[in-house]
């Protein structure tokens, strides 16, 4: 496929296409920037090294991630197809590849939308005259008047955004073990989430190429307004002097490269198959190395300003924490005792990722800004179009593939979008809204995609060296770009990319069969949180969501090799019967 193929004109003609350059671009850029570079990429800078973290970050950056961000884009730009029809096309036996693919954004865009659902809820939530996170609900007790009002129990064994977050979002079960039957206010917001990704997609790119020039920039300009904000407040310098500062020591540490390994293929998007979707709508003339360098950088430079915004924010409530300890200790034990004892670095130091920093960390900051409510707003506006753009990459997958299927092609994108996929989901996302669902969520962003990811990432470089061939590539870019790619290039995805990608799985292994998996429970009575070990059937359902989609690339494999060695006993067969017209059931009737 090095020449230019035939059909490449009529599929130019028929397939649909981005407006312009910019749509893809920010539909690329929307889905490399999510959720991730908000609340996990700072976490993992302050945890792993600091400023140090940045040199394996950087480095798992050039091996890795753009290697294989570019490799998506020219298999979808050069096939015009979505992830299991370019795999399919390259051979039917590696059609798994797109399969696998196709899976994973399945289950990331199932867990995906409970974070829009709780955005929704925030949101909403926002536009009371006093935010319901920033003080306890009260209650009369039986017997008293009606004016003696006393807080919540649980509400005042903790404090008001820690009780909102678990009880009135989530109204959490003491443990996963327990469902506790759906809880309604989740499931509406969970409703509301896909509706507004059914509206954003029901005619595929023409609608979602709208969408994403206000999803894409809008992020930007929320992080610019909370980075002055953050530059106003006092401390803003210490949590920024604790996110560089870096502790090179923590090099030594192989899980900080296996963090820095796993967090380019969670931020780019790799493997999921969204990249070959969004470029199989590029035209075949596109220079899509350029673009591969240019939205991985944008991305990890989206990183690297989320993550000075987050610290800075992040030092202001730790110094604030800071004073406070000193004040009260000082005035009871003597200041040496107040300065071995309050240590600003151990109040950043326990701000974690997820959920926890965007639901309670960032929700209790908020209420102390002036007015609450407009920042409260902008904030969680921001986080809810981030995982629009997220989800826009996964549903893109989902159908792309479908409508590039001939089983499809005659159903209208509509109906596709809507029945066939986003309420298939809805009903999935059931799951996550039983008030145990909050386990289900962390236990899903831990464990749920790094293996899968790397394995496909494998499979893809595997395939176009052992299968493809290296030359059939470089001369189908070559025919689309002008150029025959680079020394780089190639040194990256037939040697350097492969072999780094085969360590980190082993290390990834070694590193999940040696830890006892845990998941964060929250006690109703005691109003506080607790480490609990994954039950056996938790591990069992994990080990299955993690397996499934890679079992689907040696099974798609395994399935055509004996669809076409029954085909090939069938025309030999059938040689022989016309050669030997004599023969019948293999018995001479001479």
Not at 147 to 155: D, F, H, K, S
Not at 197 to 211: A, D, F, N, R, T
């Amino acid at each position: 496929m090095g020449e230019k193929a035939p059909e490449d004109d009529e599929q130019q003609e028929t397939r649909l296409r981005w407006d312009n350059k910019a749509q893809f671009i920010l539909a690329t850029i929307g889905f490399a920037v999510g959720l991730g570079n908000v609340w996990r990429f700072p976490y993992l800078v302050q945890k792993n090294g600091g400023g140090a973290f940045l040199i394996p970050y950087f480095i798992m950056l050039v091996i890795e991630g753009i290697p294989i961000f570019h490799l998506e884009l020219a298999i979808g730009q050069r096939l015009r197809n979505g992830p299991v029809g370019s795999w399919n096309l390259i051979s039917p036996k590696l059609k798994g590849v797109g399969v696998a693919g196709l899976l994973v954004s399945i289950v990331a865009s199932s867990y995906y939308i409970i974070i829009i659902a709780y955005c929704l809820m925030y949101l909403f939530s926002s536009f009371q005259v006093v935010l319901p996170w920033s003080r306890c609900p009260t209650y009369t007790p039986p017997g008293q008047p009606a004016n003696v009002t006393l807080p919540v129990e649980e509400c005042a064994n903790s404090n008001p955004v820690v009780y909102f977050f678990f009880r009135e979002v989530n109204d959490v079960s003491n443990n996963i073990n327990i469902s506790g039957g759906l809880y309604w206010k989740l499931t509406l917001c969970l409703l509301g989430g896909w509706i507004i990704i059914y509206c954003s997609i029901l005619k595929g790119i023409k609608s979602s190429g709208k969408v994403i020039y206000f999803t894409a920039t809008f992020p930007y300009l929320v992080l610019f307004i909370f980075m002055i904000r953050g530059f106003t407040l006092h401390g803003f310098e210490n949590g920024l002097l604790h996110l560089v500062t870096p502790q090179f020591e923590k090099l030594r540490d192989p899980l900080v490269w296996l963090d820095a390994a796993t967090q380019i293929f969670y931020s780019l998007g790799v493997g999921f198959g969204s990249l070959i979707a969004f470029a199989s709508y590029n035209p075949i003339k596109n220079k899509c190395g350029r673009d591969a360098v240019c939205v991985s950088l944008v991305n990890c430079c989206t990183s690297l300003f989320a993550a000075v915004v987050v610290f800075s924010v992040l030092g202001h409530m730790a110094t604030t924490k800071y004073d406070a300890c000193i004040s009260s200790v000082n005035a009871t034990m003597g200041m040496e005792a107040a300065l071995n004892k309050c240590k600003i670095a151990d109040y950043l130091d326990s701000v974690g990722s997820g959920p926890g920093l965007v639901f309670i960390v960032f929700a209790d900051i908020i209420a102390g800004f002036s007015p609450p409510q407009f920042w409260s707003i902008i904030f969680y506006f921001m986080l809810l179009t981030l995982g629009i753009d997220s989800i826009f990459g996964a549903m893109e997958t989902i159908l792309t593939t479908l409508t590039d299927s001939a089983y499809f092609k005659k159903i209208r994108k509509e109906v596709l979008a809507g029945t066939g996929i986003c309420f298939c989901l809805f009903l999935f996302g059931f799951i996550f809204t039983q008030r145990s669902g909050l386990y289900f969520v962390e236990v899903f962003d831990a464990v749920s995609l790094p293996i899968p990811l790397l394995v496909i990432a494998l499979a893809e470089v595997s395939g176009i060296l052992f299968v493809y061939g290296p030359k059939r590539l470089c001369n189908d870019i070559e025919y689309m770009t002008g150029d025959q790619p680079n020394l780089y290039w190639k040194a990256c995805w037939f040697i350097i990319t492969p072999l780094s990608i085969v360590v980190i799985i082993i290390a990834t292994i070694i590193q999940l069969a040696q830890s006892t998996l845990m998941y964060s429970q929250w006690s109703k009575e005691t109003a506080s949180g607790a480490s609990l070990p994954y039950p056996g059937w938790l591990t069992a359902f994990m080990f299955c969501v993690i397996l499934l989609p890679i079992l689907a690339i040696p099974g798609a494999a395994l399935v055509e090799f004996f669809k076409t060695k029954n085909l090939t006993l069938h025309e030999l067969d059938g040689s022989y019967r016309n050669e030997n017209p004599k023969q019948q059931n293999g018995i001479s009737t001479s």
